[in-house]
């Protein structure tokens, strides 16, 4: 079992940005908005999430950290409308066995928070009564200590730390709801406080992105049926230099998708003649039975149902607005 999980975890866990990805979509699946983010050493010597969820009971927690157990799916419909970020119960299990981890908890209705972790190779989980406000903290340290090849494949803490901070960015544009820290050896690196309304959603915009995309961005919004789109789009020629502010998010979740990545391009190349450096954030949503979302382990791709519609539709609604920045 134990080698098992070694080797599924590196389908999954790369590097401590995949840790830190997997175990703040846990937070988010569990409800809460307040997150932080704590690294030492580009992630290396530990990543350490809090969150304000809703915590684990002390009879899950040896669970959790056990193999597709996750609490998400129950049958079958459930894997066809997933909307949870997680769902395939085996992160937690993953890193705990290229790490040592911990996982201290306190579900409101519980009196005395716990703490879990696994020992030894038959990963045996030992519980231990803890202190802990509400919410769910994973402690996980010294990553890969015991799987040298993959530690060898670690750049230096400054890249690792670049990693972890774009997947903070990721998400904090994911979610403007969300409180989120982020800190590195000790030291606050990024705070985004939770956005309403639109000046605290631009704010937030521009401590992600830079103020020259939010300056040329042009908000949109189209609806055809239940599909819309909305979000920033900024004519690339105003602001290459931010050419690496390329966001779409699928219903909640950031996508590297080829179909999608194509239509922004042709709507670029069709009103600018350029479609080389589009710069957007962009939010897609769309019954969650009009996608796939388990392509891929990393669950960056996505399959549409009606592929050439959706290409189509965000095509269609580029076009104008790239068309009005043009003139
Ligand atoms: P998955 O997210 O795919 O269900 P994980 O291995 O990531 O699998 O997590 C296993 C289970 O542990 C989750 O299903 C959830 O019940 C619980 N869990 C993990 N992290 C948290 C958290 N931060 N707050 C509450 N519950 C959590
Ligand atoms: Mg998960």
Redesign the pocket.
Same mark, same amino acid.
């Given at each position: 079992v134990a080698l098992a999980n070694q080797i599924a975890a590196g389908e999954v866990i790369e590097r401590p940005a995949s840790v830190v990805k997997? /175990?703040v979509?846990?937070?988010l699946?569990?409800g #809460?908005d307040q997150i932080t983010v704590e690294v030492e050493q580009g992630g290396r010597r530990r990543i350490r *999430?809090r969150?304000n969820? @809703?915590? *684990?009971d002390k009879a899950?927690l040896p669970? #959790?950290?056990s193999?597709h157990? @996750?609490?998400? *799916?129950s049958c079958l419909a459930d894997l066809e409308a997933i909307m949870?970020?997680?769902?395939?119960?085996? #992160? /937690? #299990?993953?890193?705990a066995s290229v790490s040592r981890l911990r996982?201290t908890?306190k579900p409101a209705n519980q009196s005395e928070a716990w703490e879990a972790w696994v020992e030894g190779r038959d990963m045996q989980a030992q519980l231990a009564p803890a202190s802990h406000p509400d919410? @769910?903290t994973?402690d996980v340290q010294d990553l890969f200590f015991n799987t040298p090849a993959r530690r060898k494949f670690l750049r230096t803490d400054k890249t690792e730390f670049g990693h972890i901070d774009e997947v903070v960015r990721r998400i904090a544009l994911g979610r403007f709801d969300i409180r989120l820290n982020l800190s590195h050896n000790q030291k606050l690196i990024r705070s985004y406080p939770a956005a309403t309304g639109k000046e605290q959603s631009l704010n937030r915009l521009t401590k992600v992105c830079g103020a020259a995309f939010t300056d040329h961005a042009i908000y949109l919004e189209q609806q055809a049926g239940p599909v819309r789109l909305h979000g920033w789009i900024a004519p690339a020629a105003h602001c290459r230099h931010q050419g690496d502010v390329q966001y779409f998010y699928v219903n909640g979740r950031m996508m590297r998708d080829r179909l999608l990545a194509h239509a922004i391009r042709q709507a670029y190349a069709d009103e600018l003649s350029d479609e080389r450096s589009p710069t957007f954030v962009l939010y897609l949503e769309l019954p969650p039975t009009d996608v796939d979302v388990n392509v891929h382990p990393a669950k960056h791709e996505v399959r549409f149902h009606q592929a050439r519609q959706i290409h189509d539709f965000v095509l269609q609604s580029l076009r104008p607005v790239l068309a009005g920045a043009a003139r």
């Open positions: 997997e /175990l979509e846990n937070s699946d569990a #809460a *999430i969150d969820g @809703t915590g *684990i899950e669970l #959790a950290l193999r157990a @996750t609490s998400k *799916i949870s970020m997680g769902f395939r119960g085996e #992160a /937690l #299990a993953s890193i996982l908890s919410g @769910t994973v």
